[in-house]
């Protein structure tokens, strides 16, 4: 049987994880601490998945924002970054 929290992490089903999960004032019993591990490092799996996704994408639309005459300094503001960040993601250095 596969687990139901990787499965939702392959599958980037966000409808299993409940908002909230944190132990702090919950009476803990040792499956729903198993149940919470679980689904907490199946959140963390996730997010940085997507963190590695959302990077490539970002230099890749960085670049062609540079390409086609964008300002770092607009480029960084629409990607909620700094203009170093940008600079750096660019493997360019700011003169």
Same mark, same amino acid.
């Not at 999960?21 to 803990?28: G, N």
């Given at each position: 049987? !596969? /687990?139901p929290y990787w499965r939702a992490v392959e599958e980037r089903d966000l409808g299993i994880f409940q908002v909230g999960?944190?132990? &702090? =004032?919950?009476? &803990?019993l040792p499956d729903s601490a198993r149940q919470g591990i679980a689904e907490a490092g199946a959140r963390r799996a996730l997010a940085e998945h997507l963190r =590695?996704? =959302?990077m490539i /994408?970002? !230099?890749d639309w960085l670049r062609a924002?540079? *390409?086609v005459g964008l300002t770092i300094s *607009?480029? =960084?503001r629409l990607a909620r970054v700094t203009s170093e960040t940008v600079y750096a993601m660019l493997g360019e250095y700011e003169a």
């Open positions: 049987m !596969t /687990d999960s944190s132990p &702090i =004032a919950k009476v &803990i =590695a996704e =959302a /994408d970002l !230099t924002g540079r *390409e *607009e480029m =960084a």
